[in-house]
């Protein structure tokens, strides 16, 4: 009956997330202390001690979710106190118990001491687990390197030394701020706001710099595409002089290729450099919260269809120019836009069209940097004021200077131009802008919809491979059994864990992260103190004896000043 009421009550409080610590004594006469084993213990009660989560917990992991984090929880806890947590914090209920039915299997031979793997541990079912009960350090470990193996970029956020092993084998190890000095030692970051209320932050401001950095590789990728394939392919296929042909006075005005002055290129990469330094100001809200992660493979494209999208409308716009003011006598179709241009403009000589078309570069890449910032048009992620204004300032200097050109027009091959063809040149760069941000915003839709489509085929196929764990019918649990081996074998014989291999380099012991000798006799210290303070719990219960009430609510010891965030032991 006893031993009932105390299964009872210990479900009852695992359910209710709340600890229990048994409390017996024995009584002993002073002739009978050398006899101590053959004195029945008396059970007095139950000690119960509650570890909620801190009020900001839930909140925090429900940003982070929004963020599209995937999070999931890593305790030493009953499984219904796991349970009872991710239910507070809102992570889900599927919470994954260290299994002792079901058979190990032993390492593949390969060398070295046999280690063994739980076969739940291995299964796909770890992607959909909302958390993980009754592990181990080493076992906390494990999990953090299956995730690792499955493709999962992965963070481990502790704040003792029980999750010190699991926070070296994530990518990235998170320490609280009331986190010992272990856990602080082999964290790559130390959160210092209250609890998890800064992971949102950090994973936000992690993005943003992150964005920043792309946003520079993008700018100048985009700007060494756009010279590089407009001379390249203008020095092929156009031919100046041909269009320009000699004259009297003149001889030898328009070079047998397209080019501009060294002067005009110089110009161009440091009006675009100089606009570029304002990029760190810039923080894309768009970046920071998407739910799609950044990808080299994103970076590239963005880099390559800026890149030909402006070269190609630099060299129609060349191509236009040179039939507005050559002497071609062939009708073709760019014979219409020309006629155009002409009715309305003045028809340009050679310098002038290398004029107009030093300032269609330097506004077609300063209007790039505000056009590939962020994943979203600029009316809705509008960008930092300092980067708007040393875009549009670098801009109108640009116009101002060809309007005053104060070269020599014989060295350069440049002529100041009229205000009507800065404003068509900008017209023409504006018009470019929107396009190159509704091109910009479909690939990044066509990146998301493929990276969707890859994680639903992977999904289908972890299906395929494995079924995630369900309760075994009558008669069928040696076959799911089987089926785990079959499973967990494949897995181990492609996984470099087993044979021996680590998933990252391990420091050299001069470069090893460790604890020095007074920090661990400091910490040695603390737990004695420890220990101590639950030694006089535990005797002031057994001193009460009989007056010891068997309720749960008598027994209750709140421990206000050791609010952990969800145990301290999450993963994401």
């Given amino acids: 009956r006893l031993w009932r009421w105390t299964e009872a009550s210990l479900a009852s409080a695992a359910a209710q997330g709340t600890r229990c610590l048994a409390v017996a004594h024995r009584v002993l006469a002073s002739d009978e202390e050398g006899d101590r084993a053959s004195q029945p213990w008396v059970f007095d009660g139950l000690v119960l001690f509650s570890d909620p989560p801190r009020a900001n917990s839930a909140a925090a992991i429900s940003e982070a979710l929004e963020l599209g984090l995937q999070v999931k929880m890593l305790t030493g806890d009953h499984i219904s106190v796991a349970k009872e947590i991710c239910h507070d914090i809102g992570i889900g209920h599927y919470v994954i118990e260290k299994p002792s039915a079901i058979p190990r299997v032993p390492r593949v031979p390969g060398g070295g001491a046999d280690f063994y793997f739980e076969v739940e541990q291995l299964m796909p079912a770890v992607d959909q687990a909302s958390g993980f009960a009754g592990l181990m350090p080493s076992e906390k470990a494990l999990v953090v390197d299956i995730l690792r193996t499955r493709g999962w970029l992965t963070g481990m956020l502790g704040d003792g030394m029980n999750d010190a092993a699991a926070m070296r084998r994530a990518h990235v190890g998170i320490a609280v701020s009331s986190a010992d000095e272990g856990a602080r030692a082999v964290a790559d970051v130390v959160l210092l706001g209250d609890g998890v209320s800064a992971l949102g932050a950090l994973v936000k401001e992690c993005r943003t710099i992150i964005g920043r950095a792309r946003h520079c590789i993008v700018i100048q990728a985009n700007l060494s595409l756009h010279l590089l394939f407009v001379f390249f392919v203008a020095s092929l296929t156009l031919k100046p002089r041909e269009i320009f042909p000699p004259r009297p006075g003149n001889v030898g005005l328009a070079p047998p290729v397209f080019l501009l002055p060294v002067t005009a290129l110089v110009m161009i990469v440091m009006m675009t450099d100089l606009a570029a330094l304002a990029v760190v100001f810039d923080s894309s809200a768009g970046v920071a919260s998407s739910k799609v992660a950044l990808t080299w493979s994103s970076v590239a494209t963005h880099c390559i269809v800026a890149g030909v999208i402006n070269a190609a409308a630099t060299l129609w716009w060349l191509v236009l120019l040179l039939r507005v003011a050559g002497d071609a006598p062939w009708r073709d179709v760019w014979s219409i836009p020309a006629d155009v241009v002409r009715k309305h403009l003045p028809v340009p000589d050679y310098n002038d069209v290398c004029t107009i078309m030093f300032l269609q570069m330097l506004l077609a890449s300063c209007l790039t940097i505000l056009a590939t910032r962020s994943t979203k048009s600029l009316l809705i992620d509008p960008p930092h004021p300092a980067l708007l204004l040393s875009c549009v ?164 010891i709140s421990c206000a000043g050791s609010n952990s965030d969800t145990d301290g032991n999450s993963s994401y």
């Fill in 393 to 556: 300032g670098l801009m109108l200097f640009g116009s101002a200077l060809t309007y005053l050109w104060p070269y020599d027009e014989a060295s350069h091959h440049m002529n100041p131009i009229g205000r009507h063809w800065i404003a068509a040149t900008w017209a023409y760069n504006l018009a470019l802008f929107a396009l190159v941000g509704i091109v910009k915003m479909a690939v990044w839709v066509f990146h998301q919809l493929a990276l969707e489509t890859a994680t639903e085929r992977a999904s289908a196929h972890l299906g395929r491979v494995t079924q995630p764990p369900t309760e075994p019918k009558q008669g069928g649990r040696w076959s799911q059994v089987a089926q785990l081996r079959r499973s967990a074998m494949k897995f181990i014989a492609e996984d470099s864990i087993t044979q021996g291999k680590p998933l990252h380099t391990p420091h050299s012991s001069e470069e090893a992260t460790s604890m020095e000798l007074p920090l661990i006799l400091e910490r040695i210290n603390e737990i004695e103190e420890e220990l101590k303070a639950l030694r006089a719990i535990v005797s002031s219960v057994v001193q009460t004896g009989p007056h010891l009430s068997r309720g749960a609510s008598d027994a209750f």
